[in-house]
């Protein structure tokens, strides 16, 4: 076939269609995308002492076209599916991934896929040996075709962003400062709606990578985040200033994993007396993105040089 000798192998990639059936398509690529880079690792000696390796998240796209909330979609489906453990190392932190070597629980989802199968077309999956229908791997072009979740909704994001003066990232934060945004404030969305914004916050800082021992305290920011984009208010009041509500909305929906570990962090070393503990959440969170560096260029700097 001529089209054969225009398909590069190196660029066709492989998925388990008992994995696909059971977990959806996206998860079985992600699947084989990581144990194709665990296995180059390991033959490399490049796996940490726990067998952990890092992938990022444009590396992980290059190898499965999949977006930053697609990867984060699948990589819960699987972590749900006890085939695979994500945790976030080093500052910043890097996103690091194993594949679980039990055969117990890919074993059930194999059946769970084969099931579906031969549901839909019992004749073509009719095989005397299972082990060997569950072991067929069909090799698929992944590179080229656009995938996408069926769960993955767009979210529709107000683009105007109106300039706003950045805060100093060395001036505290007050304890007077207030915000214009209480915990019974009105909301401007449906239940249904809040439930996806509440779903869009937790894919775009990667909540299921978060350790059990600090959920706890990403759902409080998570709550306060989700809170303020279904606010009513027309301004939110930060650090003394009345900022627009959607330049609020729009900077903490762009929030991701780094600035919430950042946020925690601070939150860790702060030993003032915070009187409004709410407004100081929403200051923190909204200026992670112009702070983050810094923060952890001066602790570099206090840890290299402080005793000298």
């Not at 008992?18 to 990581?34: F, N, R």
Request: a negative charge.
């Amino acid at each position: 076939m001529k089209i054969l000798e225009r398909i590069n192998p190196t660029n066709t990639g492989s998925y388990n269609r008992p994995i696909a059936h059971a977990l959806g398509l996206g998860a079985a690529v992600v699947y084989a995308a990581l144990i194709s880079k665990q296995v180059y690792y390991e033959q490399h000696d490049m796996l940490d002492e726990e067998g952990f390796f890092y992938s990022k998240i444009a590396d992980l796209e290059e190898s499965t076209t999949l977006s930053k909330r697609q990867q984060s979609a699948a990589i819960k489906v699987l972590i749900d599916a006890g085939i695979i453990e994500c945790k976030r190392c080093g500052m910043p932190a890097k996103r690091y991934f194993r594949v679980l070597d039990d055969t117990e629980p890919l074993d059930d989802l194999l059946k769970q896929g084969e099931a579906v199968m031969n549901e839909l077309n019992p004749i073509a999956q009719k095989c005397e040996n299972v082990t060997s229908c569950s072991d067929k791997i069909v090799q698929q072009e992944v590179t080229n075709c656009n995938i996408k979740l069926a769960q993955n909704v767009p979210y529709t994001i107000n683009p105007n962003i109106i300039k706003s003066k950045e805060n100093n990232p060395n001036q505290s934060i007050q304890s007077g400062d207030r915000i214009d945004m209480m915990d019974n404030s009105a909301e401007i969305v449906s239940a249904d709606e809040r439930s996806n914004y509440l779903e869009l916050i937790r894919e775009n800082i990667e909540y299921d990578c978060f350790e059990e021992k600090e959920q706890e305290k990403v759902d409080e920011l998570v709550e306060v985040m989700v809170d303020l984009v279904c606010s009513s208010q027309n301004t939110v009041r930060v650090h003394g200033e009345d900022l627009p509500h959607e330049v609020v909305k729009s900077r903490f929906l762009k929030l991701n994993h780094e600035h919430i570990e950042y946020v925690l962090l601070a939150l860790k070393r702060n030993t003032s007396d915070v009187k409004n503990i709410r407004a100081y959440l929403i200051t923190t969170l909204y200026n992670a993105p112009t702070t983050k560096d810094a923060y952890y260029t001066t602790l570099v700097n206090h840890d290299m040089y402080g005793s000298a």
